[in-house]
């Protein structure tokens, strides 16, 4: 581990504090200085070294410039700041306050904790690194957290290989594992694929606390932890683990893996510690095929990640307005969808009439991005699996059904919309164009074979947990 960097900015004097516009007016006790804190950058309050039952030590992030301006994870003028209260709110103290660390940071009587921070560094604009430097590291060694492991990303199998090299190694001994990812849902991906492949063994969950450094963050989303830039470290200390549901996407034979920007194919063979002979991926989010597969892999490059959340819609204008002239795609396959009536303890098989589609996506979460609302009814980590599909739209119809998605969901209610609860589906591809049998599975690019298929299905529970 580096040695802790100076970035921690320590205020000695106390202040009093109150309540204001969404920020916390401090007045300096023994001086004239008055400082005022957006209440979405505090993290937590402490207990004062030389507590006396009235002082308290928080937690915020301190941007340098405008103390009521609220910090965005990975601003590079961005700090962690500690300040001295006495007698704060209750009010305060009831949302922040940690009296001690939960058992997930804590050592345990016969064995330390096994503590990691696996930094993405691509996720997003590349911000994870910094993030960790500037702010989770000063916050671990401010709780008393010094020993841990730190796990910087060097390709996209960097996170499969460590938990296939030691976190699984270490669960199957009965280690408790905490896992501090700094990443969007694609590190989150590979450690559930990871852990699920190891079949046929008993193991002890990882508990993954999520600092959402990627672009959409569906799972974080989903989860409210961008509702405040500080809320993942919130959640680190005050909060409870939780099962993650999967969905399990299976593949015909010949499908491969995109990687390289899309330049380079890799066969899913062993792709985890699985034998089978079926090729699987184990997701969390997503698993879609047509636009939104087709916009997140041609926005996965470095010159639009540079953009951040608006690369997707860039590369959306582009697929439903080529800039070639050519009509919008149709994507060609036959889609059957796999039901269950649980009044009637009865399942169903049906196929779509229709076997042009424009937009097809199952998900477990309810939003892809903060404000992008795909499945209003979903709700995060309940394991019920729901289908959006739209057909051969216009591209203006299509855009106006994204439109409504981003004001609060209101596209399922389109007569043009498919939205149903599935216990999962299949698609058999009638595509004749590589390009066009591209799937996403949780920001994951997968190629399926000329007259190949997927199928969808909802899968197992519990083998990794989540804060919430």
């Known amino acids: 581990m580096e040695p802790l960097p100076d970035a921690i900015w320590a205020d000695a004097s106390q202040f009093s504090c ?65 300040i001295q209260l006495v007698s704060p709110p209750s009010t305060l103290l009831s949302q922040y306050f940690c009296a001690e660390l939960p058992q997930h940071l804590k050592p345990s009587v016969d064995q ?33 957290l010094t020993e841990y492991e730190v796990h910087e990303t060097q390709s996209a199998r960097s ?9 699984i190694d270490r669960a199957k001994l009965g280690f408790t594992q905490t896992i501090i990812l700094l990443s969007g849902d694609g590190g989150l991906n590979d450690i559930v694929d990871a852990f699920h492949g190891a079949v046929g063994v008993s ?96 926005s996965d490059t470095s010159e639009y990640r540079r953009f951040g959340a608006e690369r997707f819609q860039m590369a959306a204008k582009e697929l439903l307005f080529p800039s070639s002239g050519v009509e919008t795609h149709r994507y060609k396959g036959n889609i059957t969808l796999f039901r269950s009536n649980i009044a009637t303890n009865e399942n169903s098989v049906d196929t779509l009439e229709c076997g042009e589609h424009m937009y097809v996506l199952a998900t477990l979460v309810p939003r892809l991005e903060k404000d992008f609302l795909i499945s209003p009814e979903s709700v995060a980590l309940d394991g019920r699996l729901r289908i959006i599909r739209f057909g051969t739209v216009s591209a203006e119809k299509a855009m106006q059904l994204m439109s409504l998605a981003y004001d609060g969901g209101r596209h399922v209610h389109e007569s043009s919309v498919l ?30 074979e000329e007259d190949g298929w997927m199928e969808v299905l909802k899968g197992p529970t519990g083998r990794v947990n989540i804060l919430v």
């Not at 193991?203 to 405040?228: D, H, K």
């Not at 058999?428 to 164009?433: G, L, N, P, V």
């Not at 049998?437 to 994951?444: A, L, P, Y």
Request: with cysteine; hydrophobic share 40%; net charge neutral.
């Open 159 to 167: 996170i499969l290989e460590l938990c296939q090299s030691r976190l």
């Open 203 to 298: 193991l002890v969950p990882p508990i993954v606390a999520l600092i959402p450094m990627g672009t959409g963050n569906a799972m974080a989303s989903s989860l409210g932890l961008l509702s405040r830039p500080t809320e993942g470290l919130t959640v680190l200390l005050k909060g409870s683990p939780k099962p993650i549901p999967t969905l399990v996407a299976n593949f015909s034979p010949g499908a491969q893996y995109v990687t390289d920007e899309g330049h380079t194919l890799i066969p899913m063979l062993d792709s985890s510690m699985s034998k089978s002979s079926v090729n699987s991926i184990h997701g969390v989010v997503v698993a879609s095929w047509g636009f939104h597969a087709a916009l997140v892999a041609d």
């Open 419 to 448: 939205y149903t609860e599935v216990e999962g589906f299949r698609i058999d591809f009638r595509e004749a164009e590589q390009k066009w049998r591209r799937v996403c599975i949780d920001g994951k690019i997968v190629i399926i």
């Open 18 to 82: 109150n309540f204001s516009n969404g920020a916390i007016q401090c007045s300096e006790l023994q001086g004239q200085r008055e400082l005022r804190i957006a209440i979405d950058d505090v993290v937590c309050i402490l207990p004062h070294a030389s507590q006396d039952g009235k002082n308290y030590n928080m937690l915020y992030l301190r941007n340098g410039r405008k103390e009521a301006t609220s910090v965005q994870p990975g601003d590079c003028g961005s700090s962690l700041a500690s």
């Open 112 to 144: 330390a904790i096994d503590l990691h921070v696996i930094i993405s560094t691509p996720s997003g604009t590349g911000k994870a690194k910094n993030f960790f430097k500037n702010i989770v590291q000063p916050f671990l060694a401010h709780i008393g």
